[in-house]
């Protein structure tokens, strides 16, 4: 069997040359490494088309960037054209020092048919876990935000929206960093939502696989990990924004709340939206 691995690049390639050389570690099953540029600096692009070379990877450059989704897919249309049976979504800032990672979520999902997207734990480089998470709940759950600005915030070892990450379990929504997908579902699904540019990814996806009447899953002996780094992402302001656009677009197309409680719902995002982006403004 052989595993289609997509990273997208996005003025990234000192973490796509440590993420490859990860992957390049993997034992017990063959792996097409498919790099999608999605319109980087022009310095960067080179030093990734550099690195697909020296290391016998594919190198696919978009000539416009219509956001993550859109940029996974063009990677994912590559696979399925290739013929492999699933594919791996991995942000370049991924490591993966267990050496049968990729072997572990294969055989899980080759066990279980129902199976169409499968991931697995993920911890940041503080050690907090970051997947699986609960269901996104409806706009009676949509002002849950004013308890978490309330809240004092305290270390801990997962975040609020994470659901059991101790136990290997059929799951709601898995994290959008890296999971593996089978592309027939892929195909079934017309690829990713490419309506949303950043964000809510994972959410779209999770209510993709239920209206499929298909599974996710959680496998908990296998783990990788998230180097990322909020504070070298931009301005936190404008990234809320686009969230909030994204989470918008999720509340209308897929929730099943009411006409009246998909109002609300995103009336109380553009109100969090705007509460965040006018603190941001005096904190600088």
């Known amino acids: 069997m052989k595993i289609a691995i997509v990273i997208l690049n996005y003025n990234s390639s000192a973490d796509c040359r440590k993420c490859i050389a990860s992957l390049q570690q993997q034992q017990g099953i063959e792996t097409e490494i498919i790099v999608v540029d999605n319109c980087s600096r022009e310095d960067d692009r080179r030093t990734v088309e550099a690195l697909c070379k020296e290391t016998g990877s594919t190198f696919i450059a978009n000539s416009e960037n219509k956001g993550y989704n859109a940029g996974n897919n063009t990677g994912l249309r590559h696979a399925v054209d290739r013929g492999h049976k699933y594919a791996l979504i991995a942000n370049p800032d991924m490591e ?98 490419e309506k949303v540019f950043l964000y809510c990814e994972e959410a779209i996806l999770s209510r993709q696989v239920e209206i499929a009447g298909k599974k996710m899953y959680y496998l908990a002996t296998a783990q990788a990990i998230h180097r990322h780094v909020k504070s070298e992402k931009g301005d936190p302001a404008k990234r809320f924004k686009a969230w909030g656009r994204s989470r918008c677009y999720f509340i209308d197309r897929y929730s099943n709340d009411s006409w009246m409680g998909k109002q609300i719902a995103k009336f109380s995002m553009k109100i969090y939206v705007l509460i965040f982006t006018i603190y941001n403004k005096f904190r600088r």
Request: charged share 30%; hydrophobic share 35%.
């Open 96 to 193: 993966f020092p267990q050496k049968d990672y990729l072997l572990r979520l294969a055989e899980k999902m080759q066990s279980d048919e129902e199976i169409v997207v499968c991931g697995s734990d993920i911890i940041g480089a503080d050690g907090v876990h970051q997947s699986p998470m609960h269901r996104d709940g409806n706009w009676r759950s949509s002002f849950g935000w004013i308890k978490d600005i309330l809240r004092r915030k305290q270390q801990s070892e997962a975040y609020d929206f994470i659901d059991n990450y101790k136990e290997s379990h059929y799951c709601h929504k898995v994290g959008g960093c890296c999971f593996m997908i089978k592309t027939a579902f892929l195909k079934q699904i017309d690829f990713f939502d």
